[in-house]
């Protein structure tokens, strides 16, 4: 079974207007006029390879990035020790968003798989976005939407066992995947073990111990990284148990 991936781009595809992700874009909603300036500042698909680095912790921010096709992890070194996994960036996202406020990356993103991102220099685009309320209103919704990430990963780990994590942040794949065209029930997990389980807050073993038994109580079945979910509503089930009543489990991109 092969991963599910949105197309890779091409030399010369076709930018905004054209896009397959159009529609969980930024320049979502914008006229046709807004949408040629904004497709003006848009710098046409960069590729990486797996492992490679798009941004460093540290480095000056200059830039976001929407990830085109592919995948990638954003990790925090602190200390010295491993880096903590934060978030991982699927296809129609958008990385960068918390470097605006010190004008820094505060964490390095890393291609899980080969990947395209296109690369939106910030200095035009908030030059764009004063001239486009659209394009503003977009912008801001981005970054209320990476607050309720951070909202959704407290709730995830607080309080909660390891099958209530590893389903919540399954049942939340899932619905990505969804809300992307691809199947919610059979999919590609591009990250490893060791990288969910640092994203949890668990170890591996607890992690591998976690999807055994789930396999065992038939909600899915797992074969190197082809994943397949055979009882979603239990995986559902087990993933709202545990929710406080004012922390909501939704899915990290709407």
Excluded: W
């Amino acid at each position: 079974m092969m991963p599910q991936t949105v197309p890779r781009p091409t030399a010369g595809a076709a930018r905004c207007k054209r896009c397959i992700l159009h529609a969980r874009c930024l320049p979502l909603g914008l006229e046709r006029d807004a949408l040629q300036s904004f497709d003006a500042i848009l710098q046409l698909p960069r590729p990486l390879k797996r492992g490679e680095t798009l941004v460093r912790q540290g480095d000056p921010f200059t830039s976001l990035y929407v990830v085109r096709s592919g995948s990638l992890k954003q990790s925090l070194v602190q200390g010295g020790r491993r880096g903590q996994v934060l978030n991982f960036y699927l296809a129609g996202e958008i990385v960068g968003l918390d470097g605006i406020g010190e004008q820094r990356y505060h964490s390095s993103v890393v291609a899980l798989e080969a990947t395209f991102v296109c690369k939106l220099p910030f200095t035009r685009l908030e030059d764009l976005a004063e001239r486009v309320p659209g394009l503003r209103g977009q912008l801001y919704r981005c970054m209320s939407r990476e607050l309720r990430n951070d909202q959704r990963m407290l709730c995830l780990l607080s309080g909660r066992t390891a099958e209530q994590r590893l389903a919540s942040f399954l049942i939340g794949l899932s619905e990505r995947f969804r809300s992307r065209g691809c199947s919610p029930y059979r999919f590609h997990l591009s990250m490893s073990r060791s990288d969910i389980a640092s994203y949890l807050g668990l170890v591996l073993e607890t992690v591998s111990r976690t999807l055994a038994r789930f396999q065992e109580q038939g909600m899915l079945s797992v074969s190197g990284r082809e994943l397949v979910i055979h009882d979603h509503e239990a995986l559902s089930m087990l993933a709202r148990e545990g929710v406080s009543g004012g922390c909501r489990l939704a899915p990290q991109s709407d």
